[in-house]
């Protein structure tokens, strides 16, 4: 028989979500089973599976050690250094500074993302051990492409996840990122359209008016300096949505493609950077983001901006230019 007790970050979900966590390699047709046989109760009472747990319920699942293990595959983790750049942490978040050349999540089960390093750092400080990753695993709230660096927010906690997320959905956190651009630009202007995704090829369209499987997109920018032939643009740009290479795209879309960015750019212009400054990447940096008024238990993030240093390469090309 084990018996398991429902901690802070595994109160709120539903029985048969939990058990199917714990049980990992069991069919659900075997967990409702056990259910309906009273094999695995929730407070000493027989369960259907849909209840929502509470911090502190009882959990026994009446099986055999050997039984349990056949089930249970067990966790295992990558371990990478963490060498993570933190801007700020608490107990329910982790914001770091993304380098450039790492996924935010996998996108194939070989990979090593940002996720991998998260984990690692928490379980190498002691703040979550391998046995409870079996029930919670800490993810990443917001996502940057592979070559995009900055600020990226992590949920620590089930509550960190959530409430992080929930920022993010109703766009109420402000979202600011810095580029080089092709041309000139001069100002403060709200660009909009409409993407559309190509899943196959990993990339987007922008169309002015409502096309089929497109989605409304506004992308505010602001010119920060020019250079002197005004054939580059610093800029600060505002994401008012958040859709899959939206900034690159969207600016591309106005003639003022990013310097590096060999999907939406100017290939001239790529090939002028990499061979001065071996640049292969999009120069693209979230260095700012701004939390709205919080209440409760996130009251101490209320109003509150967090700033990253760009890398040493976007920050040499910027000084070279202006």
């Given amino acids: 028989m084990k018996q398991f007790y429902v901690q802070q970050n595994e109160a709120g979900q539903r029985l ?24 695995i109760t929730l407070n000493g009472k027989k369960a259907e599976g849909s209840e929502l747990l509470s911090v502190q319920d009882e959990i026994k699942i009446f099986l055999s050690d050997e039984t349990f293990a056949l089930f249970s595959e067990p966790v295992t983790t990558t371990v990478v250094e963490d060498d993570l750049e933190v801007i700020y942490e608490d107990q329910n978040i982790l914001i770091i500074n993304k380098p450039v050349g790492i996924l935010s999540q996998k996108a194939d089960k070989k990979d090593i993302s940002m996720v991998e390093y998260i984990i690692s750092y928490l379980i190498s400080t002691k703040q979550i051990t391998e046995e409870q990753l079996r029930s919670f695993k800490p993810g990443v709230c917001n996502r940057l492409d592979r070559n995009t660096s900055g600020l990226l927010i992590a949920g620590k906690s089930l509550s960190g996840l959530q409430e992080m997320s929930r920022l993010l959905k109703d766009r109420s956190m402000d979202k600011y990122y810095l580029t080089i651009v092709k041309g000139d630009l001069q100002g403060k202007r709200r660009i909009e359209g409409f993407l559309a995704k190509d899943e196959v090829k990993n990339q987007v369209k922008i169309y002015p008016a409502k096309t089929e499987n497109s989605e409304y997109i506004a992308t505010e920018y602001e010119a920060i300096a020019t250079t002197v032939k005004k054939d580059y643009t610093l800029l600060q740009v505002k994401l008012i949505t958040g859709r899959s290479h939206q900034i690159r795209a ?3 879309s106005i003639g003022h493609p990013l310097i590096g960015d060999t999907k939406y750019g100017d290939r001239t212009v790529n090939k002028l950077f990499q061979a001065k400054y071996g640049l292969s990447h999009q120069l693209l940096h979230s260095y700012r983001l701004v939390f709205p008024k919080m209440h409760g238990e996130y009251e101490c993030l209320s109003g509150r901006g967090f700033l990253a240093d ?6 040499k090309i910027k000084r070279d230019l202006f």
Avoid: V
């Fill in 16 to 39: 048969d979500k939990l058990l199917a966590k714990l049980l990992n390699k069991a069919p659900k047709s075997f967990l409702y089973k056990m259910l309906r046989k009273k094999n």
């Fill in 310 to 315: 760009p890398p040493k390469l976007f920050e």
């Fill in 250 to 252: 969207h600016l591309s």
